[in-house]
C-alpha cells in the first residue's frame, strides 16, 4: 500500500470514532431533519462511511459519490441502509462523473461535510446547478469560515496545517456566501456551531 494509500485507509478506519460525539450531540438530528424528506433520484458528493444513508427512505435511488474506496469497505460492513445505493467510487471532479451527468437528472443533491474539501467550491456548485431539475434541493450541512473577523484570521492561519492533516479540508471555506452567486432560492438556513462555524441550509433551483 503506498503512503497515500495508507493514509486514506487510516482516515477512513478513524473517522466514525473521531466524529462520534459530535455526532451525537449536534449532527446526526440535523442529518434526520434534513434528509428524511427527500424523495426521487439523490446525488449525495462525499458519502464518507456512509453516516447520512441510513435517513434516506427506501424509495430514494441515491447516487453517492465517494473516491476513497476504504470509506466503501466500512459502507459494505454496516450495510445499515435501505435507499437503493448505486456506488461511484470518484470525486465529483473526476472527468467519468462530468461526462456521465451533463443534464438536470436529480431531485436533490446532498453534500454535507464535503464542500471543504472539494478542489473547486465554484465548480462544484456549478455543477450542481446544471444536475439538479428545476424545483429539485440543494441540501447543504457545512463548517464555514468565520464572520467574525478574528475567529476568520484564526481559520485562515490554521486552514493550511489543518488541510494536510485532515485529507484535504479546508477549514475557512465560505460556502454560505459562494452558494448565494448561484441559482438557487434560499428556503431554509440555519447557523450554528460546534466550535467551529457551520451552516446549515435547503436551497431549491430555479
Ligand atoms: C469529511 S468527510 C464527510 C463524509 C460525510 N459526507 C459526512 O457528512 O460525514 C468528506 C468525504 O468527502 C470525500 N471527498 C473528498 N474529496 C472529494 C471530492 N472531490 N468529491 C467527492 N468526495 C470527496 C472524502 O473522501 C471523505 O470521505
Known amino acids: ?14 473517522y466514525d470514532p473521531f466524529m462520534h460525539s459530535i455526532e451525537m450531540k449536534e449532527l446526526t438530528h440535523r442529518r434526520e431533519r434534513l434528509l428524511s424528506p427527500l424523495d426521487g433520484t439523490i446525488l449525495e458528493i462525499g458519502s464518507g462511511t456512509g453516516i447520512n444513508l441510513p435517513f434516506y427512505s427506501t424509495n430514494t435511488k441515491v447516487f453517492a459519490l465517494e473516491p476513497n474506496p476504504h470509506m466503501w ?6 450495510r445499515h441502509y435501505t435507499c437503493n445505493l448505486e456506488p461511484i467510487v470518484k470525486g465529483i471532479e473526476d472527468p467519468e462523473v462530468q461526462m456521465r451527468f451533463t443534464e438536470p437528472f436529480f431531485d436533490s443533491v446532498v453534500c454535507t461535510l464535503v464542500l471543504c474539501n472539494v478542489p473547486d467550491l465554484r465548480n462544484t456548485f456549478r455543477f450542481i446547478e446544471k444536475v439538479l431539475k428545476v424545483g429539485g434541493k440543494l441540501v447543504l450541512l457545512e463548517h464555514i469560515r468565520s464572520h467574525s473577523n478574528f475567529s476568520a484570521g484564526i481559520q485562515d492561519f490554521f486552514s493550511p496545517s489543518w488541510k494536510f492533516f485532515a485529507d484535504g479540508c479546508n477549514l475557512n471555506r465560505e460556502t454560505d456566501k459562494v452558494v448565494k452567486e448561484f441559482d438557487f432560492k ?10 467551529l462555524p457551520f451552516y446549515s441550509a435547503i436551497y431549491e433551483k430555479q
Not at 1 to 14: A, D
Not at 186 to 195: A, K, P
Open 1 to 14: 500500500m503506498s503512503s497515500s494509500n495508507y493514509y486514506k485507509f487510516l482516515f477512513s478506519r478513524f
Open 73 to 78: 469497505e466500512i459502507i459494505e460492513k454496516k
Open 186 to 195: 434560499l428556503e431554509w438556513e440555519e447557523y450554528f456551531s460546534i466550535s
